[in-house]
């Protein structure tokens, strides 16, 4: 049986010729494996491009991978006790081999147990000396380099082809609690590595709980862009929760993805209606604030009556505003003037029957006087003139009511971001009334808001979204999409967003974010230990979202430009409050910078562009030249893992979906298509039904 010296001897393969920072050069030894190594205890692939090797100094060991080997020509090698020294110096071709160290590989002792393991930290304790030797890992410290055996990494992503396909295990916490950015071209397997990450853990979860009947409370959020991650859950039942646009199949399970508008905050109505900040901005904001407040639960009902007296006050002060053609002009406007004075008095002494009191009495007041002045000019079915002193008596008793109840929305503070629900398409004939009190001039740039935002709520396809029929309360919108107990509401929410219009899609998800963000940021205020809730959002397709670009000062200007700053807020706070972020995307140089640089977790697939090589160069906080130089050339399902959640760089052949498992991004199949052997009947009825929404569920 060999010492422990003879044994480190046997796995050295060569010493230190030079050292810098960043770049450790080696000598090879003469009868230094040339293809395979068989001295490690198990055969190993030796040498090899971006494989480890280990230099013992007082601190453990330096941790190495290879970036470089080569033949060079150099000296013949003088080998003591031999007879070299006497031999002509001609060139000789030595092999050699250039190293990036990356790490520390130290031994833990546990005194209780009386046992020891390895340890792999980040940094280099101590630098070799030219000279030291070289030594093969063996398959147990290769183990601890990749961290196959760490306690917290309890889920496996897959195995690493340079370490004798040691599994790799990452740690939940530190891969979903700091944001991860899966990036990499399409085909490159990047959306089966998202599925797969979500997948793997809720099934380590499953296996670590003690009674196998219950279900992890894990919550997953995937808005999916292009409806791909349905089929790739479909096996897990009860446990998902999908949401589309309709129609949708209630026999599979889909929910109507449901957004009204009245949950939108003031930003989001600023950025969907293209609100400009003179005079369009504030007078929407007022508006919204107003319509909120209207529906403010608890509210005494001559507050309400006040509200309904103040708008038709603003009603009368516009036509006095507009001149006498619009009550004694034509017998259109005439007669149109004296309904309006019909139905401000009828519903005056309606309302007398919900107050009592001085309220009441001022109704019956307001009644008889609006009553007398409409029957004054009266003739049949028709109006005569009325004068301005009809009018100003008019808006003189209605404002008599607003002046005598005090104004308890103002009171109440309720802001136009409350999610207060509110019949959202008042919104634009409320705002012309406002504006009518400031002058025409005023009234011409409300009006192109009006018109945007009708246009909006007009629209069918956007109506199935953002409308609010059917009703639905705000407690269980967060019970349907967040979820109140994931083990018996579902772990995954998948929002398919592939048919949401293009007008709306950026404003749908900045506003599912920011809701998330929110509830999140309420439940770890509310919680009596302060705790969070554990949720990861899933932004598939990121470059679509959050496009770099210049953030302006003040409010977003356009949906783009929301959405991007949405998630640059949970990007540098959502740890905080457990809302963890994982970004997929294509073309990581059109991201934003603010977001990339919040993500410390990083799984690249293949990269071509040599743009996003470069971001993801300056990204990494790891000296990983070599490693990166395989982007381009990476087959699929290959991808280096490197930051938080590993304590090195890996190249990690990431574990194989089954096929009913993999979201629907594979290739076509076009050959098997054309000769016949994957048919594609066609029913561009049943399609057209269902794309124009005539088609019945």
Known sequence: MSSPIERLAELVIGTVESISSDEIRVLLDLDA???TALNTGTPMSFPRLNSYVLIPNEAGATVAYVTWIGIERSPYPKRSGLKDFGLIDLPFPLRKMSLTPIGTLSVARNRREGSSMFELSRGIVAFPSVGDQIPIPTPEQITAIVGAKDKDRRVRIGSSPLAADTSIMVDPDKIFGRHVAVLGNTGSGKSCSVAGLIRWSLDAAQAALENGTEQPNARFIILDPNGEYAKAFADRGGNIRLFRVPPIDLNRGERALRLPAWLWNGHEWTAVSF?????????????????????????????????????????????????????????????????????????????????????????????????????SRRSGDWFNSFSVQDMEAVRRSLQSFVDLVEDAFAIAHLTEDAPIPFDVHMLPEHLERIAATEGGALAGFISTLGMRIRGMMSDPRLGQVIGSDPAITFDAWLDAFVGSNASANGQVAIVDLSLVPSEIIHVVVAVLGRLTFEALQRYRRLHPDGKPLPTTLVLEEAHNFVRRGANEDGPAENPTQLCRETFEKIAREGRKFGLGLML?????????????????????????????QALVGRLVPDNVAGLLKELPSLPSRQAILLGWATPIPLLVE??????????QSSDPDFWDVWIGKNPRPIDWPTLVGDWTGSAQN
């Open 33 to 35: 494996p040339q293809a």
């Open 275 to 375: 609100a400009r900040p003179g005079a369009q901005r504030p007078l929407l904001l007022q508006a919204l604030r107003e319509l909120k407040n209207g529906q403010l639960a608890g509210t005494p009902r001559q507050t309400i009556v006040r509200r309904h007296l103040y708008s038709y006050r603003i009603m009368i002060a516009a036509m006095l505003a507009e001149g006498a053609a619009t009550y004694a002009g034509s017998a259109s406007n005439r007669r149109r003037c004296g309904e309006l004075l019909d139905n401000i008095a009828s519903d005056c002494s309606n309302m007398t029957e919900s107050v009592d009191g001085e309220h009441k009495t001022a109704l019956e007041e307001i009644s008889s006087i609006i009553e007398t002045i409409a029957n």
């Open 584 to 612: 997929s995307s294509q073309r990581p140089s059109e991201l934003s910078p603010t977001i990339l640089a919040q993500c410390n977790t990083f799984l690249l697939h293949r990269i071509v562009n040599d743009l996003d």
């Open 654 to 663: 990431m574990d194989e979906l089954a096929e009913a498992h993999r979201p």
